[in-house]
């Protein structure tokens, strides 16, 4: 079973699109999928999108929501509990979806082929800045400066070798999920960095798969900033001290 986690918050614009194009992924045999929503203490429309969204699928998706919004760390730390508390298998995994409609859900495939060939204790990222993806705007390029340097950061206090830590798309094993959940704290998008020093820590390897990506900018929703970076920073080095690593 594959968990895919979609935090949300004030997202009614993209919502029902972005369900639509999960559920229509083909994944592969023998992966089947469980869509989990959770409404971060969204506005009216969105709170609607959602209801309308549980009410038209049924039990292929899940939606819970947050009475306030807490973030998107806690988004994420309420859909992982939720994924774990119904996973009942070794192989089961999760992977994360943002809601804007920035990335294309038929990458799962990739991301799963490479998750099957990968031993276990290995976790599979998205790269969205390979070859193929050149930034389109001034914007985009600042975007990706800023990220490829929490990554360099990231790597350097973690040990992996990876292009793009921040990417929304990172699978993991549910077993591997379960040894990292109880080091996961950060509310808003800290999260991100936290993730990969937790695997890391925990001595989960990460393997990278380009992926698709159509960024916004801030006028067409984008929600993370500056102040959300410089968090990221301070999560990067405090988690260093305060994740135990797993002893060798």
């Not at 060939?117 to 985009?140: D, I, K, L």
């Not at 990172?170 to 937790?198: N, S, V, W, Y």
């Amino acid at each position: 079973m594959l968990f895919v986690i979609m935090p949300v918050f004030n997202e009614a614009a993209t919502l029902r699109e972005c369900v639509e194009r999960v559920l229509m992924v083909n994944l592969p045999q023998p992966w089947s999928m469980a869509l989990l929503v959770i409404d971060d203490g969204s506005n009216a429309p969105t709170q609607a999108a959602s209801k309308s969204i549980a009410s038209l699928h049924g039990e292929r998706v899940r939606v819970l929501r947050h009475e306030r919004n807490r973030g998107k760390g806690a988004a994420l730390q309420t859909g992982m509990a939720e994924a774990l508390a119904l996973s009942h298998g070794e192989l089961d995994a999760l992977i994360i979806q943002d809601a804007d409609l920035e990335y294309d859900p038929n990458d799962y495939i990739r991301l799963l082929s490479a998750l099957d060939a990968a031993p276990s204790g290995t976790a599979v990222f998205g790269n969205r800045w390979h070859a193929a993806h050149a930034p389109a705007s001034g914007y985009a390029m600042l975007h990706r400066l800023a990220n490829r340097s929490l990554t360099i950061a990231s790597n350097a206090l973690t040990g992996l070798r990876i292009s793009d830590m921040e990417c929304c798309y990172k699978l993991m094993r549910c077993t591997d999920l379960r040894r990292i959940k109880p080091h996961l704290t950060e509310q808003r998008f800290g999260i991100e960095p936290q993730i990969a020093a937790a695997l890391a820590a925990q001595g989960v390897s990460v393997v990278e798969v380009p992926v698709s990506y159509a960024p916004r900018g801030v006028r067409a929703g984008k929600k993370i900033g500056p102040r959300d970076a410089l968090r990221a920073l301070f999560v990067i080095l405090q988690s260093r001290f305060d994740i135990p690593r797993k002893s060798r």
